[in-house]
């Protein structure tokens, strides 16, 4: 059983190009998340999802567009990605808002 | 808006000592609430949680209670060990209305426990 699946692991962009990271989840969840991870400010809620073609910006959705088409999968976009969008971003997916949510591995992503 | 406050790390203790992670949080709603562990280099794994007020969650030695009138869930373990060490976050759900399923962190604290 997989639970959830981030690709790519890691990954290094110049300023001004663009990417998706793909968030997988092989366990029917309704939810689904999209965190980033800086030093010293914890996890950021970025987009969340509360099921399939719906999305709602969380606390930093500036620069980042999200899509759910399939229920196992949320894409983040970054279509234009500057040096302050480095950072390790995370997924997770939740059966609903009162239950354990389950995160992938991370991505670390630096903008050079 | 929804927020969690947790106390600033990083917390040094020696092994067997007494933890306390304090955490308070403002929500609008009937939030659940979440004690989440991130050890090195890997993803976050629940700890224990709650759904409601007076409500105890608890896992591995370490405990947490839903405090309603005080809008806190403070994270004890009795006796840490050394692999214990970890960065804690508290985290709460909204579970009904405009904010439902946004799932929102605290800033973490680093544990660091000594043999």
């Known amino acids: 059983n997989a639970g959830v699946t981030q690709t790519p692991k890691f990954r290094v962009l110049k300023t001004g190009q663009s990417m998706t990271l793909l968030c997988a989840q092989d366990?029917?969840?309704?939810?689904m998340y999209w965190y980033r991870q800086d030093p010293g400010m914890g996890l950021r809620l970025i987009h969340y999802?509360?099921?399939?073609?719906?999305?709602a910006k969380g606390e930093v959705p500036d620069g980042y567009n999200v899509s759910r088409l399939k229920k196992q999968n949320f894409l983040l976009g970054l279509e234009s990605a500057a040096p302050s969008q480095t950072s390790v971003y995370f997924c997770?997916?939740?059966?609903?808002?009162?239950?354990?949510?389950?995160f992938g591995q991370g991505t670390r992503l630096t903008v050079v | 808006g929804n927020s969690v406050t947790q106390m600033e790390g990083p917390v040094t203790l020696s092994e067997e000592a007494f933890l306390t992670i304090n955490c308070t949080y403002t929500?609008?709603?009937?939030?659940?609430l979440f004690w989440y562990v991130q050890y090195p280099g890997e993803g976050l794994q629940l700890l224990l949680k709650?759904?409601?007020?007076?409500d105890k969650g608890s896992n591995k030695g370490f405990e947490a209670t839903y405090r309603k009138e005080t809008t806190s869930f403070h994270l004890e373990k009795g006796s840490v060990q050394v692999s214990d060490s970890a960065v804690y976050f508290c985290?709460?759900?909204?579970?009904?209305?405009?904010?439902?399923?946004?799932?929102?962190f605290g800033k973490g604290t680093k544990l660091s426990v000594k043999p």
């Open positions: 997770a997916s939740s059966p609903s808002g009162y239950q354990r949510a389950f």
């Open positions: 709650a759904t409601k007020a007076d």
């Open positions: 366990m029917n969840h309704e939810y």
């Open positions: 999802s509360v099921g399939e073609g719906t999305t």
């Open positions: 985290a709460l759900s909204e579970r009904y209305g405009g904010s439902q399923g946004n799932l929102i």
């Open positions: 929500a609008t709603g009937y939030p659940s």
